[in-house]
Structures are given as structure tokens and as C-alpha cells.
């Protein structure tokens, strides 16, 4: 893949991120704890970090971010999607290098979910300075396991048509 | 869905109640005092005794970010009103249980309720 395929095609996560990320802001959510929500930018960087490693997702990432606290957020949301976004990557990346063949699509996102909440309470934690809101922890993790499971399976079917664009003359 | 998967999945539910089991104890210890911090920026901002079931009061918390309305009732606490979009601290409802807490990560507040302990002992005779 030239360098150009690989920067449009990393343009084009970003806005697929960036239209998930606001339709998911739309969409009602059933109030489990606060911060649950289900997550579907996430499908985009399981399938980057699979598709492109690590750094590129990494960019996918972050300008996602920056891009989606521009459009449809506050400014304060800013830190703790990146604190979760980050944290979830690392762990997503760690997963997969020691899972190997052991652990597909689904099991990287279900570790992702739980370490972006994670990340999230962290940076909340920080910002109100109280540690104890960490008691909403163990439901946002199971939470996670529902939307991790959910995000994994969308990311494998995308996956698994992926090679059909090898026609296309991409690679 | 392979084997690795479902013990990632496995060990998420057993840390989660681990942790459940964990704050569960941590909260039914018996206490003689209740009473309600109200922290905004991690500086305690107004503390409530819970203890008279009678009292009724509504606090404005005016916080540099924004306005809450915290009503106190039946011992209890909860968010009735707030300036945020979201509502959060709003839709968890009343708390009254030492170790519960609603957060308004927007204005920076966090209301938690605390107790004194019952000592070990409860009397020493000579």
C-alpha cells in the first residue's frame, strides 16, 4: 500500500469513527451507571488496530478525538476520552501481542471496553479528586463485557470482508 | 469466539463481583453516625447530618462551573435539580447507604455519604 492509499484510507477510519462517535450521541441509552454508554468509535479502532498496528491507530485515535470534542461535545469531555481511549488501546495492543492466535476480534474488544472505563474513572477520579467514585467500577466493567462483545463481533465481520478489496488493487 | 475470549470474559465478571463483594462489605458495617459531605473540587464544601429523619432542607450548591439543587429528605439525599446537559447526578436517584456517592463531573461536585464507625468495643468494666 502507497503512502497516499495509506492516508486516505486512515482519513476515511477517522470519519467513519468521527459519524459513529455522533450517531452513538444520539442514540438513547438506558442509565446504568454514569459513563455507560455502548461505544461504537471503538469498532473503528479495533479494525485499524488489526488492519494498520499500533501508531496508525494511535493517530486514528486521537484525531478522532480531537475532531469529535469539536463537533459534539464539551471541551472537558476531551480529557477523559482520551484517558480511556489511550489506557483502552494500550491494553487492546498488550491483549492482542500476547493472545496471538488465542484471542480473536472479540476478546481484544471486550479488554478495550473494560480498560476505557477504567481510564475514564481514573481521569474522572483526578478531576473531582475523590477516588471513591471508583465504587461504579464493577458495573461499568460488566457493562463493558456486553458493548465489548457487541464492538468485537462488528469488527470481525468487517474484517473478514476486508480481503475482498484486494481486488480493488489497494494492497 | 476462541478460548482466550471467554476467559478474558471470565475474569472480568470475577474481578467486577470481586469488587462488588468488596464495596458490599466495606458499606454494611454499622455506624451510629450518618451524615452527607458535599465536595466540590475535592474541597468540602458543606457537611449534613442525616441522622433526624424529619429534616427537610433544599442546598443550592453554587459552584464556579454551575448551579446543583441537592435535596435532603427522610435521611436521605438526593440531586433535584442541575445546570448540566446530561443529568447524570439527576437520574441516580436518592442515596442514604455510608459509601455511596453521586457525582456531577461537569460542576466538579461530589456528594458522599460518610459514617462514624461503631467502636470494637463497646464498654470497658473495671
Given at each position: 500500500?502507497?503512502?497516499?492509499?495509506?492516508?486516505?484510507?486512515?482519513?476515511?477510519?477517522?470519519?467513519?469513527?468521527?459519524?459513529?462517535?455522533?450517531?452513538?450521541?444520539?442514540?438513547?441509552?438506558?442509565?446504568i451507571a454514569?459513563g455507560a454508554?455502548?461505544?461504537?468509535?471503538?469498532?473503528?479502532?479495533?479494525?485499524?488496530?488489526?488492519?494498520?498496528?499500533?501508531?496508525?491507530?494511535?493517530?486514528?485515535?486521537?484525531?478522532?478525538?480531537?475532531?469529535?470534542?469539536?463537533?459534539?461535545?464539551?471541551?472537558?469531555?476531551?480529557?477523559?476520552?482520551?484517558?480511556?481511549?489511550?489506557l483502552?488501546?494500550?491494553a487492546?495492543?498488550?491483549a492482542?501481542?500476547?493472545?496471538?492466535?488465542?484471542?480473536?476480534?472479540?476478546g481484544?474488544?471486550v479488554v478495550?471496553a473494560v480498560f476505557h472505563n477504567i481510564g475514564q474513572m481514573l481521569?474522572?477520579s483526578?478531576?473531582?479528586?475523590?477516588i471513591n467514585i471508583m465504587v461504579y467500577l464493577p458495573v461499568l466493567m460488566i457493562a463493558g463485557i456486553g458493548?465489548g462483545?457487541?464492538?468485537?463481533?462488528?469488527?470481525?465481520?468487517?474484517?473478514?470482508?476486508?480481503?475482498?478489496?484486494?481486488?480493488?488493487?489497494?494492497? | 469466539?476462541?478460548?482466550g475470549d471467554i476467559l478474558i470474559m471470565l475474569f472480568v465478571v470475577v474481578l467486577a463481583i470481586g469488587l462488588l463483594v468488596f464495596y458490599k462489605i466495606s458499606t454494611t458495617q454499622?455506624?451510629?453516625?450518618?451524615?452527607?459531605?458535599?465536595?466540590?473540587?475535592?474541597?468540602?464544601?458543606?457537611?449534613?447530618?442525616?441522622?433526624?429523619?424529619?429534616?427537610?432542607?433544599?442546598?443550592?450548591?453554587?459552584?464556579?462551573?454551575?448551579?446543583?439543587?441537592?435535596?435532603?429528605?427522610?435521611?436521605?439525599?438526593?440531586?433535584?435539580?442541575?445546570?448540566?446537559?446530561?443529568?447524570?447526578?439527576?437520574?441516580?436517584?436518592?442515596?442514604?447507604k455510608p459509601g455511596q456517592s453521586?457525582?456531577?463531573?461537569?460542576?466538579?461536585?461530589?456528594?458522599?455519604?460518610?459514617?462514624?464507625?461503631?467502636?470494637?468495643?463497646?464498654?470497658?468494666?473495671?
Amino acid at each position: 500500500m502507497s503512502r497516499t492509499h495509506r492516508m486516505v484510507f486512515l482519513a476515511i477510519l477517522v470519519a467513519n469513527s468521527l459519524i459513529l462517535y455522533i450517531i452513538e450521541g444520539m442514540l438513547p441509552v438506558p442509565f446504568i451507571a454514569p459513563g455507560a454508554k455502548l461505544g461504537l468509535a471503538n469498532i473503528i479502532t479495533v479494525i485499524s488496530l488489526y488492519l494498520f498496528g499500533f501508531f496508525d491507530t494511535f493517530i486514528v485515535l486521537f484525531v478522532r478525538i480531537l475532531l469529535a470534542t469539536f463537533f459534539a461535545s464539551s471541551p472537558s469531555t476531551f480529557f477523559y476520552s482520551i484517558g480511556g481511549g489511550v489506557l483502552s488501546l494500550f491494553a487492546m495492543y498488550f491483549a492482542k501481542s500476547i493472545g496471538k492466535s488465542n484471542i480473536s476480534e472479540v476478546g481484544v474488544s471486550v479488554v478495550g471496553a473494560v480498560f476505557h472505563n477504567i481510564g475514564q474513572m481514573l481521569v474522572a477520579s483526578l478531576i473531582v479528586q475523590n477516588i471513591n467514585i471508583m465504587v461504579y467500577l464493577p458495573v461499568l466493567m460488566i457493562a463493558g463485557i456486553g458493548t465489548g462483545v457487541f464492538v468485537g463481533l462488528t469488527a470481525k465481520f468487517v474484517l473478514k470482508h476486508w480481503g475482498k478489496l484486494k481486488n480493488l488493487n489497494l494492497h | 469466539m476462541k478460548k482466550g475470549d471467554i476467559l478474558i470474559m471470565l475474569f472480568v465478571v470475577v474481578l467486577a463481583i470481586g469488587l462488588l463483594v468488596f464495596y458490599k462489605i466495606s458499606t454494611t458495617q454499622h455506624y451510629h453516625h450518618k451524615y452527607a459531605v458535599i465536595m466540590v473540587d475535592g474541597k468540602i464544601y458543606k457537611e449534613i447530618s442525616l441522622e433526624d429523619v424529619n429534616y427537610r432542607e433544599e442546598i443550592p450548591i453554587v459552584t464556579k462551573y454551575g448551579t446543583n439543587v441537592l435535596l435532603v429528605k427522610d435521611g436521605r439525599v438526593q440531586v433535584i435539580d442541575a445546570e448540566c446537559p446530561d443529568k447524570i447526578c439527576m437520574k441516580e436517584g436518592f442515596i442514604d447507604k455510608p459509601g455511596q456517592s453521586i457525582v456531577c463531573l461537569p460542576f466538579r461536585m461530589v456528594v458522599e455519604i460518610r459514617g462514624v464507625k461503631n467502636a470494637e468495643v463497646d464498654q470497658v468494666s473495671y
